[in-house]
């Protein structure tokens, strides 16, 4: 069985001061204006699920902090030990092949799960502490460090990571990242059991590439003076690799040339296709986006007839909350910011969806 989220915590994550979500065991659709917190719900899963420092460095710590906390902080008596932090975790109910179970959790009893802390690192006290006293209103961002854990307190990262995640973006299905990313993931989900076929095939990939420009440019290298040492090749750097050379085809076709819709509607299938094998979780951001309303049908039903993994959709349409069965749906209402001591919601509720 695969691992379902089956409760979710945020604490000083963007807009969420503290807020907890018991998700459903299928399909959960999150129905909403903007900025009432869809994508950080999807973004905030992604994140633990991926273990992947460089992707929160990239968006910086300044942007997911929550700013009322920062505030709060700036506001009072500024002590090290006071230092808000940050914190995700997703509490996880299944079979596990590794060590999830623990108390390293904010509930402090022995549960199943994995969390992200973001915090002040303590190495850097000192700094901090200076800092803190020289400038009124300095926030130490630059020295929090973060850290991925299970609930057993064993670190861990993106090639080790516990939950097999799919984020699929239709705001961004266009860009060359988007693509890369999707396939890229798809990849290390297909070959996870055996990691010493992905250096085969990497090894081969290289010999070919040095194979092929030592035959194709053969004649072009010999009209290269001999005395100045050069040749024509190919790139065989980190950047060019096998990962980010390779394509989904239809129909021998690269998604890569097809519209924005066509491709939220090939990911979606290939996701879902692999959903209890090689993906746990699927995060759907928005895939009403340059859909038209048949080919939105079709990504509905899709969806519905899932027979695993657990789905996570964010969405503006009520159509896709009606089809996908209203006791699914989280409402705008939910969304809406409550005061610290926010209270929790069942993903069976049934919500008025405005």
């Not at 129905?31 to 273990?51: P, Q, R, T, Y």
């Not at 990571?161 to 266009?174: A, E, G, P, Q, V």
């Not at 070919?208 to 010999?222: G, L, T």
């Given at each position: 069985?695969?691992?379902?989220?089956?409760?979710?915590?945020?604490?000083?994550?963007?807009?969420?001061?503290?807020?907890?979500?018991?998700?459903?065991?299928?399909?959960?659709?999150?129905?909403?204006?903007?900025?009432?917190?869809?994508?950080?719900?999807?973004?905030?899963?992604?994140?633990?699920?991926?273990?992947?420092?460089?992707?929160?460095?990239?968006?910086?710590?300044?942007?997911?902090?929550?700013?009322?906390?920062?505030?709060?902080?700036?506001?009072?008596?500024?002590?090290?030990?006071?230092?808000?932090?940050?914190?995700?975790?997703?509490?996880?109910?299944?079979?596990?092949?590794?060590?999830?179970?623990?108390?390293?959790?904010?509930?402090?009893?022995?549960?199943?799960g994995i969390r992200l802390v973001c915090e002040a690192n303590l190495d850097y006290q000192t700094e901090i502490i200076e800092s803190m006293r020289n400038q009124a209103d300095y926030f130490p961002y630059d020295y929090y460090s973060i850290r991925f854990s299970t609930f057993a307190d064993e670190?861990?990262?993106?090639?080790?990571?516990?939950?097999?995640?799919?984020?699929?973006?239709?705001?961004?299905?266009?860009?060359?990242?988007?693509?890369?990313?999707?396939?890229?993931?798809?990849?290390?989900?297909?070959?996870?059991?055996?990691?010493?076929?992905?250096?085969?095939?990497?090894?081969?990939?290289?010999?070919?590439?040095?194979?092929?420009?030592?035959?194709?440019?053969?004649?072009?290298?010999?009209?290269?003076?001999?005395?100045?040492?050069?040749?024509?090749?190919?790139?065989?750097?980190?950047?060019?690799?096998?990962e980010n050379d390779m394509m989904i085809y239809e129909n021998r076709i690269g998604i890569d040339s097809k519209g924005a819709g066509k491709q939220t509607l090939i990911k979606t299938d290939f996701a879902i296709e692999r959903s209890g094998k090689n993906v746990d979780v699927i995060l759907i951001e928005e895939p009403e986006n340059h859909l038209s309303h048949t080919n939105l049908r079709k990504l509905v039903e899709r969806i519905a007839d899932a027979q695993s993994g657990q789905i996570f959709v964010a969405t503006h349409n009520n159509l896709i909350s009606t089809r996908l069965k209203l006791q699914n749906a989280y409402s705008g209402a939910i969304w809406t910011p409550i005061p610290v001591t926010c209270g929790h919601h069942s993903g069976n509720i049934r919500t008025a969806i405005r």
């Open positions: 069985m695969p691992p379902i989220i089956s409760k979710m915590k945020l604490i000083n994550f963007k807009r969420f001061k503290s807020y907890t979500i018991f998700p459903n065991k299928k399909i959960n659709i999150l129905v909403g204006d903007n900025e009432v917190g869809k994508s950080s719900v999807l973004e905030a899963i992604d994140f633990v699920a991926s273990g992947n420092v460089r992707k929160i460095e990239s968006i910086g710590i300044d942007r997911l902090l929550n700013i009322e906390a920062v505030n709060q902080f700036l506001a009072g008596s500024r002590i090290f030990d006071n230092l808000p932090k940050m914190i995700i975790e997703l509490y996880l109910d299944g079979e596990f092949n590794h060590t999830m179970n623990g108390k390293n959790n904010t509930a402090g009893i022995e549960l199943d670190g861990y990262t993106g090639y080790k990571s516990k939950l097999k995640s799919l984020l699929i973006d239709s705001s961004n299905m266009k860009t060359d990242y988007a693509t890369t990313d999707f396939i890229k993931r798809m990849y290390h989900q297909l070959t996870e059991d055996d990691i010493k076929e992905r250096a085969v095939h990497k090894s081969k990939y290289r010999q070919a590439k040095s194979s092929f420009a030592d035959d194709s440019f053969q004649s072009i290298n010999k009209r290269i003076p001999p005395n100045k040492n050069y040749v024509m090749g190919l790139k065989l750097s980190s950047a060019a690799t096998l």
